[in-house]
């Protein structure tokens, strides 16, 4: 059986897999309704949030989208902080739908500096949004966003947030640290297959709604939200992966937030020493290492695409190849989701067999 390590979709657990195959419901009817009304309480406790959480078909970019359709006008004054290809993502949308977008770009790899977002927000008053990712899965970085949100409200500003590849794996108490409206999907640590897009919105993020120009319709927040009153979603809802995320968010309760946590940054902390101690070296600065997903650094000769054909092809592991600009210079392994700590010992044990037959000249 194949291992995949990819930073998502991740592997699903045997009782998701099975409740995939059930019929289908009337998504007007009574049982579905019961569904999507303990999917939202689970998730609220999950992303431990008081306010508004939707639930939208849609992978992760769509609800970047719906985040910027839903809350922005065309002509507004943006500041998207971005240290990667997701970054640059939400920025390239909010630009798309017309929105007048700073980009405020950190080197990749490296954390966004705070105090070069707050100096942003100084010397411009009429930003009206910031846009962020906290955890950029293109470089392994998990950025500071309790001090970024801190910064953004010293402003009074709104605070988007992409937290695909994190919420539900690190850290992040969304009403704690002021968030006002964010995404993620159901693909990364929610044990669940790609297909739907979870955001909460609180009371500011509803204000920008109500003010916002920018044209919508199928990702209408108001549509979501009135119909969630009468426990349904506006569309037709992808049913098998309905299902699918009802049962991994009892297994996560049941796990508990504060374990999966714990579990991850375990499994992060034994990825980055066990590629440490082959001799490669962490592409992300390590005081932000990300705890979902650990990008290493091609070096020594190391051929990142023999790597990762040879470890496909003949040890059947799949990790995660660079992204753009870093598309040969870093592989990236998975580790969100379900997974232990002998799924990340059996990738390690496979790299030290396969990095000298891909040209890797370190210790290995
Ligand atoms: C941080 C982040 N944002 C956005 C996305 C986009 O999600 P999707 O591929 O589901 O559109 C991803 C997917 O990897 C991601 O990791």
């Given at each position: 059986?194949?291992?995949?390590?990819?930073?998502?979709?991740?592997?699903?657990?045997?009782?998701?897999l099975?409740?995939?195959?059930?019929?289908?419901?009337?998504?007007?009817?009574?049982?579905?309704?019961q569904?999507?009304?303990?999917?939202?309480?689970?998730?609220?406790?999950?992303?431990?949030t008081?306010?508004?959480?939707?639930?939208?078909?849609?992978?992760?970019?769509?609800?970047?989208?719906?985040?910027?359709?839903?809350?922005?006008?065309?002509?507004?004054?943006?500041?998207?902080?971005?240290?990667?290809?997701?970054?640059?993502?939400?920025?390239?949308?909010?630009?798309q739908?017309?929105?007048?977008?700073?980009?405020?770009?950190?080197?990749?790899?490296?954390?966004?500096?705070?105090?070069?977002?707050?100096?942003?927000?100084?010397?411009d008053?009429?930003?009206?949004?910031?846009?962020?990712?906290?955890n950029?899965?293109?470089?392994?970085?998990?950025?500071?966003l309790?001090?970024?949100?801190a910064?953004?409200?010293?402003?009074?500003?709104?605070?988007?947030?992409?937290?695909?590849?994190?919420?539900?794996?690190?850290?992040?108490?969304?009403?704690?640290?002021?968030?006002?409206?964010?995404?993620?999907?159901?693909?990364?640590?929610?044990?669940?297959?790609p297909?739907?897009?979870?955001?909460?919105?609180?009371?500011?993020?509803?204000?920008?709604?109500?003010?916002?120009?920018?044209?919508?319709?199928y990702?209408?927040?108001?549509?979501?939200?009135?119909?969630?009153?009468?426990?349904?979603?506006?569309?037709?809802?992808?049913?098998?992966?309905?299902y699918?995320?009802?049962?991994?968010?009892?297994?996560?309760?049941?796990?508990?937030?504060s374990?999966?946590?714990?579990?991850?940054?375990?499994?992060?902390?034994?990825?980055?020493?066990?590629?440490?101690?082959?001799?490669?070296?962490?592409f992300?600065?390590?005081?932000?290492?990300?705890?979902?997903?650990t990008?290493?650094?091609?070096?020594?000769?190391?051929?990142?695409?023999?790597?990762?054909?040879?470890?496909?092809?003949?040890?059947?592991?799949?990790?995660g190849?660079?992204?753009?600009?870093?598309?040969?210079?870093?592989?990236?392994?998975?580790?969100?989701g379900?997974?232990?700590?002998?799924d990340?010992?059996?990738?390690?044990?496979?790299?030290?067999?396969?990095?000298?037959?891909?040209?890797?000249?370190?210790?290995?």
């Amino acid at each position: 059986m194949q291992e995949l390590r990819i930073p998502g979709p991740t592997p699903l657990p045997g009782e998701v897999l099975q409740v995939m195959s059930r019929q289908m419901i009337n998504h007007r009817g009574p049982e579905f309704g019961q569904m999507l009304k303990k999917i939202t309480a689970n998730l609220k406790q999950l992303f431990q949030t008081k306010n508004d959480v939707l639930l939208l078909t849609g992978v992760g970019t769509g609800g970047l989208e719906a985040v910027i359709v839903n809350t922005l006008s065309p002509g507004e004054r943006i500041l998207s902080v971005s240290n990667g290809a997701f970054g640059n993502r939400f920025a390239s949308i909010a630009r798309q739908f017309g929105t007048d977008v700073n980009l405020l770009s950190f080197e990749w790899g490296k954390p966004v500096d705070v105090d070069v977002v707050r100096q942003s927000l100084q010397v411009d008053p009429k930003i009206k949004a910031v846009l962020v990712t906290h955890n950029e899965t293109s470089t392994g970085i998990t950025n500071d966003l309790a001090a970024i949100s801190a910064v953004v409200k010293e402003f009074d500003k709104l605070l988007l947030v992409d937290a695909v590849s994190s919420l539900g794996s690190i850290y992040l108490p969304v009403d704690d640290w002021n968030i006002d409206v964010v995404v993620t999907a159901s693909q990364k640590g929610w044990m669940a297959p790609p297909g739907l897009a979870m955001i909460s919105i609180n009371q500011k993020g509803w204000q920008a709604h109500g003010e916002a120009k920018i044209p919508r319709y199928y990702w209408d927040f108001t549509h979501a939200k009135n119909y969630l009153k009468k426990d349904q979603t506006p569309w037709t809802p992808p049913l098998n992966i309905v299902y699918a995320l009802s049962v991994s968010l009892e297994l996560m309760l049941k796990e508990g937030l504060s374990n999966i946590i714990t579990r991850h940054a375990q499994l992060a902390k034994t990825a980055r020493e066990g590629v440490k101690s082959l001799g490669l070296s962490l592409f992300a600065e390590e005081s932000h290492a990300s705890n979902t997903v650990t990008a290493v650094a091609a070096s020594d000769g190391l051929d990142v695409k023999k790597l990762l054909r040879i470890l496909r092809d003949e040890h059947q592991i799949i990790l995660g190849g660079g992204q753009q600009k870093l598309d040969g210079k870093i592989f990236r392994i998975g580790h969100l989701g379900w997974v232990t700590e002998d799924d990340i010992k059996s990738v390690l044990s496979a790299l030290k067999v396969v990095l000298p037959q891909a040209g890797f000249r370190g210790v290995s």
